[in-house]
Structure formats: C-alpha cells, structure tokens
C-alpha cells in the first residue's frame, strides 16, 4: 500500500497546486496593488475579463477539488479493508489515477480538443478499479 499512499499523497499536493496558475494569472489580470488589496472595484459584479486559460485552469482544479474524495475514499478502504494481495493493484491504479489528473489538467489548461474528457474517464477508471479491488 506504500506506493497507493504515495499517490494519494501527491495527488493531494496537485490539488493544492492546481490553483497555482489562475491565481497567477489573475495577478497580472488585475495588477498587483488590486491582488494584494483585496478585489477590484464592483467585484465579482463588474469583474475584469481573464484569458480563456485561466478560466479553464480554474475549473481544472475545481474538478480535481470535486474527485479527489472519492479516491481519498478507496485508497483509505483499500488500506484500511485491503490486504498484501490487492497493494500492488491499487498502487498501480493509484498512480494511473496521479498521471491522469496531470494530463487532465494540462489538457483542459490548454484546451486540447478531444483528449479532456478520455483522460478524466481515466481517472473516473483508476477510482472505480480501486474500489473493485475492497469490494470485490
């Protein structure tokens, strides 16, 4: 289970991070005296226009923010229920899970038609084969 702890433990530091670059943008949007002060006048009412990017880096991490306890869920059941038989399994599906939300979130970012929704169903997949392996 080593390797499933692993994974969780960095797709947990990819949630966090995964705001990194809207928040970044959103500073040279609004400038830095506004960014640091707090919102700019009439906000959200009268908000700024961003680049199309940074609304799609922000529903990339809102996504993540949205799967992340499901697969907290079954990578905790799997420690806590699984046994030795089943850890080599769910560290595998655990890193597939890992690599695919790197690859949606770059995807969805930059807005590379028809690759976003394969690669989310990917780590849809790792969740639900994780969670085959407690319950099954």
Known sequence: MEI???????????????????????????????????????????????????????????????????????VAAAGLLGDASIAESVGTWAKVFFFARVAHAIVYTLGIPGLRTPVYLISWAAILMIGAQVVL
């Open 4 to 74: 499933a702890f692993t994974y969780l433990a960095l797709s947990g530091i990819l949630t966090v991070l995964l705001w990194t670059p809207y928040i970044v943008g959103r500073l040279f949007v609004w400038g830095l005296p506004t960014f640091l002060t707090g919102y700019p006048e009439n906000f959200p009412k009268e908000e700024p226009e961003t680049p199309l990017w940074m609304d799609r880096a922000k529903r990339a991490h809102l996504n993540m923010v949205e799967t992340m306890p499901a697969f907290v869920a079954v």
